[in-house]
C-alpha cells in the first residue's frame, strides 16, 4: 500500500510538471505582455461600440485611437489581426455616425438584415416571405400596384431589412447589387411600412431608420460586395420632403436639376407631356423611379466616379424611355397581362361609373345653364 501510494504520488507530481511546461510554452508563444494588452485593447473597443450606439462620435474615435496603438504592440499574428479587422468595421461605424441623426422614439425598435448566402438558407426563406406579404398587402392590395410590377427578378437574391419594434415586424425594404460592365453598386428600394386601421408605422421615422440602418450595413461590406456607391429608389410621385430628407442624410440627385424637374414635373414639349408611372423597359413593365447616389466614405474616388458616370447613363435612358410615345402602346398591350382579371373588372366598373358621373354633372350644368337663360328671357319680356 505504501508503495502504491508513493507511486501515485510520483506520478501526480509528474503530470504537474508536464502540465506545468505546457503553459510556460503557451507563455512563451503568446507571451504574457500580450493577454495584459488584449485585455486592455477589449476594454478600449467595448468602449468605442457604447460610444458608436450613443452617436458620440468624438468619444469614439478617442476609444479607437487607444485601442489602435495597443494593437501595434501585440507580437502574436493571429490576434493582432482579429483586433484590427475589428477595428476596420468600428472606424466604417464612427464613419456613417452623422448619418444616424434622428432615432424612432418608444419601444424596443431592432432592424434586421437579411443577405442570401451570408443568413441561415431556413431562416432567410422566412423573412423573405414575411417581407412578401407586407409588400403584398401594402404596396398591392393598398396601392393597386400590379404584383408583376412589385415583384421582380431581383427578389430572389436581393438583401431583405426589416424593422421590428417588439415581435412585430412593422417597415421592410430591399437591396440588391446592379452590375454594368466593371461598375457594380448597390440598389435601394422598394420601402413601405405597415398602414391600416388596426396598426400605423407611418410617420415615426422608422422607414428612415430602415434606410440608413441598411446603408450602414451596405458600407460595412463594402470591400466583399465590390461596391463603391448606393443609389436609392424613390418613386416619382413621392412627396418633396422625402427627397429633402435624403439630401439632408448625405444623398445626391442622381440626375442634374433640370433632369429632375423634367422627371417629376415634365415636359411640355413631349406627347405625353407628364412622365407616365410605369414604363416598358425589354418588355417588361417596371415602375418609375427617381435614383439619388450615395458615395460610400472609403471608396476610390476616382472609381466611384467611373461608376457614377454608368449610373448617369442607365438614369438618363429611363428618363428617356419614359417620354417614348411608343410607350402608351407598349403599356397597354402588357397591362392585361399584368393585372388580374378582378382587378380589370374593377377598373372597368370605375371608369363607368366615373364616366356616368361625368356625364351627370354635365346634364345638371346645361340645365342649370337653360334655367338661367329662361330666367333672364322672362326678366327682358318684364322690362319691354
Not at 392590395?141 to 404584383?147: A, D, F
Not at 415636359?267 to 423597359?281: G, S
Not at 402608351?328 to 366615373?354: D, F, K, N, V
Amino acid at each position: 500500500l505504501v508503495l502504491f501510494l508513493l507511486l501515485l504520488s510520483a506520478a501526480v507530481r509528474a503530470r504537474a510538471r508536464a502540465m506545468d511546461a505546457a503553459v510556460a510554452g503557451l507563455e512563451a508563444e503568446v507571451g504574457e505582455p500580450n493577454l495584459n494588452v488584449e485585455k486592455a485593447i477589449e476594454n478600449f473597443v467595448h468602449g468605442c461600440e457604447q460610444e458608436v450606439r450613443n452617436r458620440n462620435s468624438a468619444g469614439a474615435r478617442d476609444y479607437l485611437a487607444m485601442a489602435t496603438a495597443k494593437m501595434a504592440k501585440l507580437q502574436h499574428g493571429p490576434s493582432r489581426f482579429r483586433w484590427e479587422a475589428r477595428a476596420k468595421v468600428l472606424q466604417t461605424q464612427i464613419t456613417m455616425i452623422p448619418f444616424f441623426r434622428n432615432e424612432p422614439g418608444g419601444g424596443n425598435v431592432e432592424v434586421k438584415v437579411f443577405e442570401p448566402g451570408a443568413t441561415d438558407p431556413i431562416v432567410f426563406q422566412c423573412k423573405y416571405h414575411l417581407a412578401h406579404l407586407i409588400r403584398h398587402k401594402i404596396n398591392c392590395k393598398s396601392l393597386n400596384i400590379p404584383e408583376q410590377l412589385e415583384f421582380d427578378e431581383h427578389d430572389q437574391h436581393a438583401m431583405h431589412a426589416l424593422t421590428f419594434v417588439g415581435d412585430a415586424p412593422c417597415c421592410v425594404a430591399r437591396a440588391w447589387i446592379e452590375q454594368q460592365g466593371n461598375a457594380r453598386w448597390a440598389v435601394v428600394d422598394r420601402l413601405c411600412a405597415v398602414h391600416d386601421e388596426k396598426y400605423s408605422y407611418r410617420g415615426k421615422k422608422l422607414s428612415r431608420h430602415l434606410v440608413l440602418r441598411l446603408v450602414n450595413y451596405l458600407a460595412e461590406h463594402a470591400a466583399r460586395l465590390g461596391i463603391t456607391t448606393i443609389v436609392a429608389h424613390a418613386h416619382i410621385r413621392c412627396p418633396q420632403e422625402l427627397f429633402d430628407a435624403a439630401c439632408r442624410h448625405g444623398f445626391k440627385y442622381v440626375l442634374s436639376q433640370e433632369e429632375v424637374d423634367r422627371a417629376r414635373v415634365g415636359d411640355l414639349t413631349r406627347n405625353p407631356p407628364k412622365p407616365k408611372v410605369i414604363y416598358v423597359e425589354n418588355g417588361r413593365m417596371r415602375i418609375n423611379t427617381l435614383p439619388l447616389y450615395l458615395t460610400l466614405p472609403k471608396a476610390d474616388p476616382a472609381l466611384a466616379a467611373q461608376h457614377l458616370e454608368v449610373i448617369q447613363t442607365a438614369a438618363r435612358r429611363q428618363l428617356a424611355l419614359v417620354f417614348d410615345p411608343e410607350q402608351q402602346r407598349l403599356i397597354r398591350e402588357l397591362m392585361p397581362q399584368a393585372l388580374p382579371q378582378q382587378m380589370l373588372e374593377a377598373r372597368h366598373s370605375q371608369l363607368q361609373m366615373a364616366m356616368e358621373e361625368q356625364n351627370r354633372l354635365e346634364l345638371a350644368r346645361l340645365q342649370q345653364q337653360q334655367q338661367q337663360q329662361q330666367q333672364q328671357h322672362q326678366q327682358h319680356q318684364q322690362q319691354h
